[in-house]
């Protein structure tokens, strides 16, 4: 899941002139005839190179590396020059991440981590999720009336899982890596960047202040993020020396020297003194898992992303399924005749996301039915394209007949076709804001992920259920999306997102945005988007959708909040030997590169 800390408190003034070139102005019009159950084909996609867009991608022929932060994206990119491949780029990003945007990028946290192999064809989810302490159990954040202690899942001790990003980075590179470089040589820049320093600027200036109370709540946080009574302002210096020893200890020793000795007891400790229940036998157990993406089709394109405990994928192909019997393109980006039928298409996945998705080694989700075409065909038919129905009226389905989730996220290409598309996260921003004394390393509240109760809603409105709950070991369900699409049988797009709820609908926009509507790399990413999770029943909107289209929508039914952005879908396309990267103008610092 993605936290807040990965969303702008309102919109820089970046984003709202490429919104103010993307707004469709002009009177309102009548609606093309839409009707359900045919498959139109894709149009053609954008040209990756086009001079006449308002909007342009990076180009570069040997590596793209895109992400939210510029030195974490400069850092991948001098991996590639030096002969790596996208997944040591990854790998390297990664650990820089968790110095130049600790809001988000971790080692105290977990993820997802999609991998392609250009040679072998072969494509893999690496699931680095943290899980729940051994000690975990269904009820731990019930109060004494049995309702959810939201305090209990997202603030205190009690929140933290059992963090897989080092393991998780580390397993990835043994496993796909080169062979050219070392994990030691991938964790050097990284810590060379925490022991010498980084400018407080962009991103990191702007989260500071709004993480001051949190941060300033524990003394080890303190140490590094304040200065005098005040977080560090913008112009100064973040040095995190612990945090430097940290990926020192990790670049001699391997990751085992994360989870055992002295900088997991120093974990431990931090946890449980904050009232939580982690040990270090249960950072000695965690292990990262190899799992097979979730596989789909849209308008002819391959679609391979996040299989559970990430209902990202499964939820991703489901509402592509809904929405390719309808001609989008006819209707027209950004009208008001698609952006409806889209929200009527997140409905009833967001609907069957608190039903049937848990962590897979818990409980059975009923993946191949939920991403079926018939299932899909069921789902298409309660949609009226007039009339938004009420949350109250969407219900979840039944796709067992058809049986046979502060985050950050980045893109990384090489020039051979390998490619990583890995979304992390530490829950909130900066997590529970604790930093464990002496490590440097902060942690995670990503327990608020499980479901406290039947029924009740997480800190981002997303309602659980049971096959989501609580246990010893689990991992819990998640929004991530790091996704590939491919065109005949080559890889084609890159994607991913932060926004807690909003990931899956961010990542399905851009899709929509490049296949449907034509839009090159840049423009697909900047789009305003939408947003509709089922409950609470509001279509979110992003600034820069315009009046006539609003109006449409209300008129529909729709009851429309404006509010501020979500995400950084920093992405990379590949085609005719170029690539385009484009990171997300919604957050300041972001950067896509090539070598």
Same mark, same amino acid.
């Given at each position: 899941?993605?936290?807040?800390?990965?969303?702008?408190?309102?919109?820089?003034?970046?984003? %709202?002139?490429?919104?103010?070139?993307? =707004?469709?102005?002009?009177?309102?019009?009548? $609606?093309?005839? +839409?009707?359900?159950?045919?498959?139109?084909?894709?149009?053609?996609? /954008?040209?990756?190179?086009?001079?006449?867009?308002?909007?342009?991608?990076?180009?570069?022929?040997?590596?793209?590396?895109?992400? $939210?932060?510029?030195?974490?994206?400069?850092?991948?990119?001098?991996?590639?020059?030096?002969?790596?491949?996208?997944?040591?780029?990854?790998?390297?990003?990664?650990?820089?991440?968790?110095?130049?945007?600790?809001?988000?990028?971790?080692?105290?946290?977990?993820?997802?981590?999609?991998?392609?192999?250009?040679?072998?064809?072969?494509?893999?989810?690496?699931?680095?999720?943290?899980?729940?302490?051994?000690?975990?159990?269904?009820?731990?954040?019930?109060?004494?009336?049995?309702? /959810?202690?939201?305090?209990?899942?997202?603030?205190?001790?009690?929140?933290? *899982?059992?963090?897989?990003?080092?393991?998780?980075?580390?397993?990835?590179?043994?496993?796909?890596?080169?062979?050219?470089?070392?994990?030691?040589?991938?964790?050097?820049?990284?810590?060379?960047?925490?022991?010498?320093?980084?400018?407080?600027?962009?991103?990191?200036?702007?989260?500071?202040?709004?993480?001051?109370?949190?941060?300033?709540?524990?003394?080890?946080?303190?140490?590094?993020?304040?200065?005098?009574?005040? +977080?560090?302002?913008?112009?100064?210096?973040?040095?995190?020396?612990?945090?430097?020893?940290?990926?020192?200890?990790?670049?001699?020793?391997?990751?085992?020297?994360?989870?055992?000795?002295?900088?997991?007891?120093?974990?431990?400790?931090?946890?449980?003194?904050?009232?939580?229940?982690?040990?270090?036998?249960?950072?000695?157990?965690?292990?990262?898992?190899?799992?097979?993406? +979730?596989?789909?089709?849209?308008?002819?394109?391959?679609?391979?992303?996040?299989?559970?405990?990430?209902?990202?994928?499964?939820?991703?192909?489901?509402?592509?399924?809904?929405?390719?019997?309808?001609?989008?393109?006819?209707?027209?980006?950004?009208?008001?005749?698609?952006?409806?039928?889209?929200?009527?298409?997140?409905? /009833?996945?967001?609907?069957? %996301?608190?039903?049937?998705?848990?962590?897979?080694?818990?409980?059975?989700?009923?993946?191949?039915?939920?991403?079926?075409?018939?299932?899909?065909?069921?789902?298409?038919?309660?949609?009226?394209?007039?009339?938004?129905?009420?949350?109250?009226?969407?219900?979840?389905?039944?796709?067992? @007949?058809?049986?046979?989730? $502060?985050?950050?996220?980045?893109?990384?290409?090489?020039?051979?076709?390998?490619?990583?598309?890995?979304?992390?996260?530490?829950? #909130?921003?900066?997590?529970?804001?604790?930093?464990?004394?002496?490590?440097? +390393?902060?942690?995670?509240?990503?327990?608020?992920?499980?479901?406290?109760?039947? *029924?009740?809603?997480?800190?981002?409105?997303?309602?659980?259920?049971?096959?989501?709950? =609580?246990?010893?070991?689990?991992? @819990?369900?998640?929004?991530?999306? /790091?996704? #590939?699409?491919?065109?005949?049988?080559?890889?084609?797009?890159?994607?991913?997102?932060?926004?807690?709820?909003?990931?899956?609908?961010?990542?399905?926009? =851009?899709?929509?945005?490049?296949?449907?509507?034509?839009?090159?790399?840049?423009?697909?990413?900047?789009?305003?988007?939408?947003?509709?999770?089922?409950?609470?029943?509001?279509?979110?909107?992003?600034?820069?959708?315009?009046?006539?289209?609003?109006?449409?929508?209300?008129?529909?039914?729709?009851?429309?909040?404006?509010?501020?952005?979500?995400?950084?879908?920093?992405?990379?396309?590949?085609?005719?030997?170029?690539?385009?990267?484009?990171?997300?103008?919604? $957050?300041?610092?972001?950067?896509?590169? *090539?070598?």
């Amino acid at each position: 899941m993605a936290g807040p800390g990965a969303r702008s408190s309102g919109m820089t003034l970046r984003l %709202r002139l490429v919104l103010a070139l993307l =707004v469709l102005t002009g009177p309102a019009r009548a $609606q093309p005839d +839409v009707t359900p159950g045919s498959l139109p084909a894709a149009p053609e996609p /954008p040209p990756i190179q086009s001079d006449s867009a308002r909007l342009l991608p990076v180009l570069a022929t040997h590596g793209m590396v895109s992400s $939210q932060e510029a030195l974490a994206t400069r850092v991948g990119v001098a991996v590639l020059k030096k002969g790596g491949n996208a997944i040591d780029a990854a790998v390297a990003v990664g650990f820089a991440l968790a110095v130049t945007l600790p809001r988000a990028g971790n080692l105290g946290g977990g993820g997802f981590m999609m991998v392609h192999r250009a040679a072998s064809k072969e494509t893999v989810a690496v699931d680095y999720r943290e899980t729940a302490p051994g000690a975990a159990t269904a009820d731990m954040f019930l109060d004494a009336k049995g309702e /959810p202690d939201k305090a209990a899942s997202t603030r205190g001790g009690k929140a933290v *899982g059992v963090p897989g990003t080092v393991r998780g980075l580390a397993e990835a590179h043994r496993r796909y890596g080169s062979g050219k470089l070392t994990l030691a040589e991938l964790i050097a820049p990284a810590e060379k960047l925490a022991r010498e320093g980084i400018p407080v600027e962009s991103g990191l200036a702007d989260s500071l202040p709004r993480a001051s109370g949190l941060l300033g709540a524990w003394p080890s946080s303190r140490k590094i993020f304040y200065q005098g009574d005040h +977080v560090l302002p913008r112009g100064a210096t973040l040095i995190q020396t612990d945090l430097a020893d940290t990926l020192r200890t990790i670049a001699e020793r391997g990751p085992d020297a994360f989870y055992e000795g002295a900088i997991a007891q120093k974990i431990a400790d931090a946890v449980q003194g904050a009232g939580g229940i982690m040990t270090a036998a249960d950072l000695a157990a965690y292990r990262p898992e190899i799992r097979q993406p +979730v596989r789909g089709t849209y308008r002819g394109y391959e679609i391979v992303s996040m299989p559970p405990p990430s209902s990202g994928g499964v939820h991703l192909i489901e509402i592509l399924n809904v929405l390719e019997g309808y001609d989008l393109a006819k209707l027209g980006a950004g009208s008001a005749g698609a952006l409806h039928l889209m929200a009527e298409a997140m409905k /009833p996945a967001y609907a069957d %996301r608190a039903t049937w998705l848990g962590d897979p080694s818990r409980t059975k989700v009923p993946v191949a039915g939920l991403t079926s075409k018939p299932y899909a065909a069921t789902l298409r038919q309660s949609i009226d394209p007039e009339r938004a129905r009420p949350a109250a009226e969407v219900k979840a389905g039944d796709p067992l @007949p058809y049986e046979s989730d $502060q985050t950050t996220h980045f893109s990384v290409v090489d020039a051979e076709g390998n490619a990583v598309s890995n979304t992390y996260t530490l829950n #909130f921003s900066y997590g529970i804001g604790l930093v464990a004394e002496g490590t440097g +390393v902060l942690l995670n509240n990503e327990m608020d992920d499980f479901s406290a109760k039947t *029924g009740a809603r997480n800190a981002y409105g997303l309602v659980g259920g049971e096959a989501n709950a =609580v246990a010893p070991g689990a991992r @819990p369900l998640s929004s991530m999306t /790091p996704t #590939f699409v491919f065109r005949d049988g080559k890889l084609y797009l890159v994607t991913g997102s932060p926004g807690g709820s909003r990931i899956i609908t961010t990542v399905l926009q =851009v899709i929509v945005n490049v296949l449907d509507f034509r839009l090159n790399l840049a423009e697909a990413v900047a789009a305003p988007r939408i947003h509709h999770q089922w409950q609470p029943d509001m279509l979110m909107v992003e600034e820069g959708v315009s009046p006539d289209t609003l109006a449409l929508l209300r008129a529909k039914g729709h009851p429309v909040k404006v509010g501020a952005s979500s995400g950084s879908a920093n992405s990379v396309m590949a085609e005719d030997g170029l690539l385009a990267g484009a990171s997300d103008p919604r $957050q300041r610092g972001t950067l896509a590169e *090539g070598p």
